[in-house]
């Protein structure tokens, strides 16, 4: 090994630079993070070009490119001083180190086409800064190998240089450059928000299409076909049969057989393969590196901290469980062996719903102001007890609060109004609006304490929605538990996210009429004006297309108590299909299936083969019987065994 060292970036560096690098035809550039190493290879690149000097640059960072399409290597020239890529390999990867072998391999064939249209120009290589451990020694290596690389040019901040013994194997010249003292690696947030500006970019002229899954070959690291959600906003590329690139793009739309995706065409073929990693965005729409699937159990404590619920470890089998859905949050307060009760808050709006009234002892009476909904599943005493504390948290002006039960929920809920006596609250009692859900009627009635019962016009059920807005939709089956016992699903009409490199470059700042496009985007009023901030105007249909990130909503299930009957494993299958959160009763373990007959309720056998049919991203078995209270593994362990893919939350 020959080191030279090249003094610090000053006026004439690139001048000097270029001379001593001119007899080598392939350089490869290697620094770690923040060295400037990228903007170096670009500047360097540039400054050959104005020299006449045949020059292309193979960029192999898929994770924070200075240019081209990130989760791809490209090969990029200089014309008239502006920066053009010519060729792109995609790899569906930010993450160099875990996927060193695609992005050899990638780079190699890159070369080779190069290398068939434009002989004697110098190739400067911009790989990944990966230079620590056994990953950095065997990107080395294999790019000095596979490339033929001829000279290295190497950026450091100090005198040591990285994987000095691998350096020193080497045959080819050194150049070592100090790096700038202003070169600094930008943050984590700055790095995804340039690469996802980058990908905008690239998907600026695409279009939608449908694959079929059935008659393309996913490879790579594509989710399991039954888990739809695990695919939305994964990048993807669309290559023939040859291997070559046909499209590359981005996931909007999953079924079991189809895919719909934005894409970006580079070839009329006929598309054979899918080639799917681990690059996709996130729910605030910055390209990623996507973690792998959650494991198929999964422990979880984290409570909302505005639910006023404190941690007591000495209480550690009754602990509030809680779900983060991105638009809400669900949260099963008494945990999974106490009468249930499933408190859900939609994030960023004065809504919560309470799904059954079990044991409501950990709750704040705040959070029963403002709770716009009860879904009552049956009107078993584990189920309905809580009543008393909600009535008496909603005294005062809260307005009127709408319980949905089964058959006979009326009645029920005016006995117990009629039970109290009411002579010092004046007008204050609370209002209810209950609603008895029918097979294809519900039936509605006004209760207040102190006043008749007022009966309401009933509604026709469509497709068992009971509630339906611009948000979301409630959805209820009816079930049987020797008694009619309700089952619900909730569902996310769809995501609407808001970009703000958008915002940022056409000048305009939030505020409440970016509330205003939602709305007009959920309701599908795309004709209507909105003012913005800037005094102009435009249509919600002109300004999702500029800003909006639509993807579709996330569905959440609660099932209690139910028989384990062919008829209603249909109905719940159907209700909670592809759904994200699955709260499902496991009342008793395998070997008490006896006990579960009799008195009608789900086996954790039962519900996990209900999650694993529904194709439900993730369980939270509950409603554990308290024979269980001391040994809960056995019943994850059960449910585990059967549920495939499902991802299983935990309580302990």
Same mark, same amino acid.
């Given at each position: ?15 000097? !630079? ?28 540039? #400054?050959?070009?104005? =020299? ?70 110098? !190739? !400067? ?18 790019? +000095? ?23 020193? *194997? ?22 995804? /928000? ?8 690239? &998907? ?54 189809? &895919? ?75 945990? +999974? ?31 029963? @102001? ?9 009107? @078993?005493?584990? @189920? ?30 005016? #006995? ?39 009966? &309401? ?29 309700? *089952? ?16 940022? /470059? ?31 105007? =435009? ?61 009608? #309720? ?20 509950? #409603? ?6 001391? /040994? ?21």
């Amino acid at each position: 090994m020959h080191a030279v060292d090249i003094p610090t970036i000053g006026q004439n560096f690139l001048s000097t !630079l270029t001379v001593r690098l001119q007899p080598y035809r392939r350089i490869l550039l290697w620094g770690e993070p923040g060295t400037g190493k990228s903007t170096l290879a670009v500047e360097l690149l540039r #400054h050959m070009s104005l =020299q006449a000097h045949p020059c292309m640059l193979l960029e192999l960072d898929p994770g924070t490119p200075p240019f081209g399409v990130p989760g791809a290597v490209s090969i990029a020239h200089m014309n008239t001083g502006e920066l053009l890529c010519q060729y792109m390999l995609p790899l569906c990867t930010l993450n160099s180190a875990r996927f060193r072998l695609p992005l050899i391999v990638a780079a190699r064939n890159l070369l080779l086409t190069a290398q068939s249209h434009n002989d004697g120009s110098t !190739l !400067l290589i911009d790989p990944p800064g990966i230079v620590k451990g056994v990953g950095g020694a065997e990107l080395l290596l294999s790019l +000095v190998e596979t490339l033929a690389i001829e000279a290295l040019l190497i950026l450091c901040k100090t005198s040591d240089l990285p994987l000095e013994n691998e350096l020193s *194997a080497l045959s080819v010249p050194l150049f070592r450059v100090s790096a700038s003292a202003a070169a600094k690696r930008p943050t984590k947030t700055a790095r995804a /928000k340039s690469r996802t500006k980058l990908w905008d970019q690239f &998907l600026a002229s695409a279009r939608r299409e449908e694959c079929d899954l059935q008659a393309m070959h996913p490879i790579g690291t594509p989710p399991p076909n039954d888990t739809p959600d695990a695919w939305l906003g994964k990048q993807v590329a669309l290559l023939d049969s040859a291997g070559n690139l046909v499209a590359m793009g981005e996931i909007v739309g999953c079924t079991a057989n189809q &895919l719909t995706a934005r894409i970006v065409r580079n070839s009329p073929a006929q598309a054979t393969t899918l080639l799917i990693r681990d690059a996709g965005r996130n729910e605030a729409g910055h390209l990623i590196t996507v973690p792998p699937p959650s494991p198929r159990t999964h422990t979880t404590r984290r409570v909302p901290g505005d639910m006023g619920i404190a941690y007591r470890p000495a209480d550690a089998r009754s602990q509030p469980l809680s779900i983060h859905m991105g638009a809400a949050w669900a949260t099963l307060v008494g945990g +999974v062996f106490e009468d249930p009760l499933l408190h859900v808050r939609l994030r960023n709006q004065k809504r919560s719903f309470l799904f059954d009234l079990g044991a409501p002892a950990r709750l704040p009476a705040k959070i029963a @102001h403002q709770v716009e909904a009860v879904f009552l599943s049956h009107a @078993h005493l584990d @189920h309905i007890a809580g009543f008393i504390w909600f009535l008496r948290s909603r005294l005062g002006p809260f307005g009127p609060c709408t319980i949905f039960g089964p058959d006979g929920s009326i009645e029920r809920f005016e #006995h117990f109004l009629n039970a109290i006596t009411w002579d010092r609250i004046d007008d204050r009692g609370p209002m209810f609006i209950v609603a008895e859900i029918r097979e294809n009627e519900l039936i509605q009635a006004q209760l207040q304490p102190g006043r008749k019962r007022v009966s &309401l016009p009933s509604r026709t059920i469509k497709d068992g929605i009971i509630i339906a807005d611009d948000d979301i939709n409630i959805r209820a089956a009816i079930c049987d538990h020797n008694i009619p016992s309700i *089952a619900y699903a909730l569902e996310f009409v769809r995501g609407i996210s808001i970009r703000k490199d958008k915002l940022r /470059k056409l000048n305009l700042n939030s505020g409440p009429w970016l509330g205003q496009l939602k709305k007009c985007i959920s309701s599908q009023s795309t004709d209507v004006y909105i003012d913005l901030p800037d005094g102009s105007k =435009q249509t919600a249909g002109e300004l999702a297309k500029l800003l909006a990130i639509i993807t579709p909503g996330k569905k959440l299930a609660y099932v209690a108590d139910m028989a384990d009957t062919q008829e209603n494993r249909r109905k719940v299958v159907k209700l909670a299909h592809g759904a994200h959160t699955l709260f499902c009763e496991a009342a008793f373990a395998k070997a008490d299936q006896g006990k579960a007959e009799a008195t009608q #309720h789900l086996t954790t056998i039962a519900a996990a083969r209900i999650a694993k049919s529904a194709g439900v991203k993730q369980l939270v078995p509950f #409603h554990f019987s308290k024979r269980y209270e001391f /040994k809960p593994h056995l019943l994850y362990e059960e449910i585990c065994s059967e549920a495939g893919n499902v991802c299983i939350i935990c309580a302990t």
